[in-house]
């Protein structure tokens, strides 16, 4: 079945200890993505890859930091969780930039 | 100013009737697409529907179709004949074609319209 993973779905931690949230395609995108979805803010991309080794910023890059050293997996990692990180994540891939983005189920993360 | 912009922040409908989601996006470029995901209360975001800046025909899938009005800039999402399950949140969203680079370069989301139908 062609889908987008993540893990793990949900995550308590605490200020300052480094998480990272896994992402995995099984579907040969070139294509991957981050966003976070906040109440009354919608989806907003943190960082997005174009293909392994080629990353760029999205609109809230601050405080993550990203990986594209296989083309299945787009790892997401807080160096540093912050409360304001509080948030939900989401993993999307697509068939390069002009394909639909197809999400992963979402990870929900609080910090302390 | 706002990409995507959806006006209705929350619609109730009756079981069976059609429902119309609105949204208007905004963009100078000549290429690009235009989406609708589902989100229901369990969180994750369902693909819906795609319409191409290109495509002369309005898109269909099953129960969904895509009122396309380019030169107003509009995409709204009809629903037919709507089911209880259909009660969540529609995002409309877009993605410029042109690769910038540098920069943001991926789905922009309108807030949303949380859909409830009433039977």
């Known amino acids: 079945e062609a889908q987008v993973t993540q893990n793990p779905r949900y995550l308590i931690t605490v200020t300052g200890k480094k998480l990272t949230v896994t992402c995995s395609q099984n579907m040969n995108h070139e294509y991957m993505s981050w966003y976070r979805q906040d109440p009354g803010l919608g989806l907003r991309q943190i960082y997005y890859?174009?293909?392994?080794?080629?990353?760029d910023k999205g609109d809230v890059p601050e405080g993550y930091k990203v990986s594209r050293k296989e083309k299945r997996n787009f790892p997401l990692i807080l160096e540093s969780p912050s409360p304001n990180q509080t948030s939900l994540y989401f993993c999307a891939s697509s068939q390069g930039l002009a394909g639909t983005q197809y999400f992963g189920p979402g990870t929900r993360l609080t910090v302390l | 100013a706002q990409k995507i912009t959806q006006t209705q922040p929350g619609m109730f409908v009756q079981e069976k009737e059609a429902v119309t989601l609105d949204c208007t996006y905004d963009t100078s470029d000549q290429s690009y697409g235009l989406f609708w995901y589902k989100q229901p209360s369990s969180g994750e975001m369902i693909f819906l529907i795609y319409?191409?800046?290109?495509?002369?025909q309005n898109a269909t899938e099953g129960r969904y179709s895509l009122n396309f009005q380019k030169a107003r800039k509009s995409a709204n999402l009809v629903i037919s004949a709507s089911q209880l399950g259909d009660s969540a949140m529609y995002f409309c969203?877009?993605?410029?074609?042109?690769?910038?680079?540098?920069?943001?370069?991926?789905?922009?989301f309108g807030k949303g319209t949380h859909l409830i139908i009433q039977p």
């Open positions: 319409q191409g800046s290109y495509d002369e």
């Open positions: 969203a877009m993605r410029e074609f042109m690769y910038s680079g540098g920069g943001a370069d991926g789905l922009t």
């Open positions: 890859s174009m293909n392994v080794e080629v990353t």
